[in-house]
């Protein structure tokens, strides 16, 4: 698919993702690579633009990464950010040096709003500052264009060459007007259109994947996660009953999911469904093993022989589909794309089922894009937007050995913690919610009987990064009816607690 590109050079900088997911809520495609990606690469993809990262190093260290200085006589638009910025200076001829005052945080700059990156912008804005250099002298034909009190260069430009730069961090949501830049840069400098539409790439997908198939078979492992079921529904528009989805029911997922995700699947998608329904198997492997990492494995290896049984009914296939993203291309290589990672999705399955070739049609997507494709598609919302999940599913909710009646418990207690949220508003402004069963026995009463039952703990976090986490600050009432229904609606339970820790350092998940 052709397409306008616009490539983020990564010099280790920890926003490299989240500057590429503000291009492309601009509508402009982007990708991230690695600093060192040699020019004659850059040439052949012909973008119509470039944007250096931040980083840790300073520019004026040995071994600190820098590019080819001919970058800048391509005639393509760059935009240097942070260390990105010290970086076009020092090798254009300016000064970079360390600054006096270290600036770090919210910032008030003032721009000079004639400069086609700040056009439409206020004279003075508040942006993200981190940084120890500073740009003490700045390289011949370039002029300043905004600054702070301590940072004399906070932005500089060399128009006739289509050189930007900023010291501040336009991506993040602190810097005001940041996404406003970030366009300007698009659309001012590098001319673009904007063609990067989710309507636009699921069409074309759908026809790539018709011509790459024709009339092979597809085979595909349904998790009933957001990533796989937009892979599925999308490989199932192009090829229909030429894919078989199967979908594993390890009995660890959340209360009527399963049901949920046959009843879509079988009546919505014009594909050939399999349901395999091993609980008890699973559970049998799980009984008495309460390490987690240990329950990871068994979780997964399981998965694999199960889905390997099926695969072997079917025969020969020539595809299988995996939901890989584009943050798990990014991980496991800065775009180099060989190397993937072993465990996202199906990790793994490639060895024991008998195929062809790999089809990732959601490779390119970051995760708000899949589920953009997800709506286009046609897949209700309620499975678009559900909360994320681990691989192991309740297992890794469940503290210590798992039986079919600790699992009742969770999907229970889990269904009304998600039911409440929902009813209160809650649902689409927290980052991961869910509820998992500790185990701690502790004495209660109830109706004028000692109790001797299990606590459940509730969890609720904002994120925007899934790296970083703090506690969701929920409101009493609605903690107060969750802990009440938990306590009179399922057996077993007689205190509800809540988890006020932040990663780190603790994680989002339990176990």
């Given at each position: 698919?052709?397409?306008?590109?616009?490539?983020?050079?990564?010099?280790?900088?920890?926003?490299?993702?989240?500057?590429?997911?503000?291009?492309?809520?601009?509508?402009?495609?982007?990708?991230?690579?690695?600093?060192?990606?040699?020019?004659?690469?850059?040439?052949?993809?012909?973008?119509?633009?470039?944007?250096?990262?931040g980083?840790?190093?300073?520019?004026?260290?040995?071994?600190?990464?820098?590019?080819?200085?001919?970058?800048?006589?391509?005639?393509?638009?760059?935009?240097?950010?942070?260390?990105?910025?010290?970086?076009?200076?020092?090798?254009?001829?300016?000064?970079?040096?360390?600054?006096?005052?270290?600036?770090?945080?919210?910032?008030?700059?003032?721009?000079?709003?004639?400069?086609?990156?700040?056009?439409?912008?206020?004279e003075?804005?508040?942006?993200?500052?981190?940084?120890?250099?500073?740009?003490?002298?700045?390289?011949?034909?370039?002029?300043?264009t905004g600054?702070?009190?301590?940072?004399?260069?906070?932005?500089?430009?060399?128009?006739?060459?289509?050189?930007?730069?900023?010291?501040?961090?336009?991506?993040?949501?602190?810097?005001?007007?940041?996404?406003?830049?970030?366009?300007?840069?698009?659309?001012?400098?590098?001319?673009?259109?904007?063609?990067?539409?989710?309507?636009?790439?699921?069409?074309?997908?759908?026809?790539?994947?018709?011509?790459?198939?024709?009339?092979?078979?597809?085979?595909?492992?349904?998790?009933?996660?957001?990533?796989?079921?937009?892979?599925?529904?999308?490989?199932?528009k192009?090829?229909?009953?030429?894919?078989?989805?199967?979908?594993?029911?390890?009995?660890?997922?959340?209360?009527?999911?399963?049901?949920?995700?046959?009843?879509?699947?079988?009546?919505?998608?014009?594909?050939?469904?399999?349901?395999?329904?091993?609980?008890?198997?699973?559970?049998?492997?799980?009984?008495?093993?309460?390490?987690?990492?240990?329950?990871?494995?068994?979780?997964?290896?399981?998965f694999?022989?199960?889905?390997?049984?099926?695969?072997?009914?079917?025969?020969?296939?020539?595809?299988?589909?995996?939901?890989?993203?584009?943050?798990?291309?990014?991980?496991?290589?800065?775009?180099?794309?060989?190397?993937?990672?072993?465990?996202?999705?199906v990790?793994?399955?490639?060895?024991?089922?008998?195929?062809?070739?790999?089809?990732?049609?959601?490779?390119?997507?970051?995760?708000?894009?899949?589920?953009?494709?997800?709506?286009?598609?046609?897949?209700?919302?309620?499975?678009?937007?559900?909360?994320?999940?681990?691989?192991?599913?309740?297992?890794?909710?469940i503290?210590?050995?798992?039986?079919?009646e600790?699992?009742?418990?969770?999907?229970?207690?889990?269904?009304?913690?998600r039911?409440?949220?929902?009813?209160?508003?809650?649902?689409?402004?927290?980052?991961?919610?869910?509820?998992?069963?500790?185990?701690?026995?502790?004495?209660?009463v109830?109706?004028?009987?000692?109790?001797?039952?299990?606590?459940?703990?509730?969890?609720?976090?904002?994120?925007?990064?899934?790296?970083?986490?703090?506690?969701?600050?929920?409101?009493?009432?609605?903690?107060?009816i969750?802990?009440?229904?938990?306590?009179?609606?399922?057996?077993?339970?007689?205190?509800?607690?809540?988890?006020?820790?932040?990663?780190?350092?603790?994680?989002?998940?339990?176990?």
């Amino acid at each position: 698919m052709e397409r306008e590109l616009v490539i983020v050079l990564d010099f280790g900088g920890q926003y490299n993702q989240l500057i590429a997911r503000r291009v492309r809520e601009c509508n402009v495609y982007c990708e991230v690579m690695s600093y060192d990606t040699s020019l004659e690469k850059i040439k052949e993809l012909d973008p119509k633009g470039i944007i250096f990262t931040g980083g840790p190093a300073s520019v004026y260290e040995d071994g600190s990464p820098k590019c080819d200085k001919e970058i800048f006589e391509l005639g393509i638009p760059v935009l240097g950010i942070c260390y990105g910025s010290q970086l076009m200076s020092h090798l254009l001829g300016g000064e970079v040096s360390k600054a006096p005052v270290r600036e770090y945080g919210k910032t008030e700059v003032t721009f000079d709003t004639t400069s086609k990156l700040f056009q439409d912008l206020s004279e003075t804005s508040i942006c993200w500052m981190s940084h120890t250099d500073f740009i003490s002298e700045i390289p011949e034909g370039f002029r300043i264009t905004g600054r702070t009190d301590s940072c004399p260069v906070a932005a500089l430009e060399k128009a006739d060459q289509k050189l930007y730069a900023v010291q501040f961090h336009p991506e993040v949501v602190h810097t005001q007007e940041g996404t406003q830049m970030i366009s300007n840069f698009l659309y001012n400098i590098c001319e673009c259109t904007g063609d990067w539409k989710m309507d636009s790439f699921v069409e074309d997908s759908i026809k790539a994947i018709k011509e790459k198939v024709g009339d092979k078979k597809v085979l595909c492992a349904l998790s009933g996660g957001v990533d796989s079921s937009v892979a599925a529904v999308m490989i199932a528009k192009a090829i229909g009953k030429q894919l078989t989805c199967i979908f594993v029911d390890h009995g660890l997922l959340r209360k009527n999911e399963g049901d949920e995700v046959e009843a879509i699947f079988s009546n919505q998608f014009d594909l050939n469904f399999i349901r395999v329904n091993v609980q008890e198997r699973f559970y049998a492997k799980l009984a008495g093993v309460s390490d987690p990492e240990t329950k990871r494995k068994i979780v997964g290896e399981e998965f694999i022989r199960v889905f390997e049984e099926e695969a072997k009914k079917i025969g020969v296939v020539d595809y299988l589909v995996q939901g890989t993203i584009y943050p798990d291309v990014i991980e496991s290589g800065l775009g180099k794309s060989a190397v993937i990672k072993s465990h996202h999705n199906v990790g793994g399955l490639p060895d024991y089922v008998d195929f062809k070739e790999i089809i990732e049609p959601l490779r390119d997507l970051f995760k708000d894009e899949v589920r953009k494709a997800g709506l286009e598609l046609g897949i209700p919302e309620n499975l678009v937007f559900r909360q994320p999940f681990p691989g192991p599913g309740l297992a890794i909710r469940i503290i210590g050995d798992i039986t079919p009646e600790k699992v009742q418990i969770i999907q229970d207690a889990d269904a009304i913690y998600r039911e409440e949220i929902a009813k209160a508003g809650l649902d689409k402004t927290i980052g991961q919610y869910f509820a998992a069963l500790t185990n701690m026995r502790s004495v209660g009463v109830m109706g004028d009987e000692r109790t001797y039952d299990y606590a459940v703990a509730l969890r609720a976090v904002n994120t925007s990064d899934f790296m970083t986490a703090e506690s969701a600050d929920l409101p009493w009432e609605v903690l107060g009816i969750v802990t009440s229904r938990i306590v009179n609606e399922v057996k077993g339970v007689n205190r509800v607690f809540y988890d006020c820790t932040g990663k780190p350092p603790a994680t989002i998940e339990f176990e």
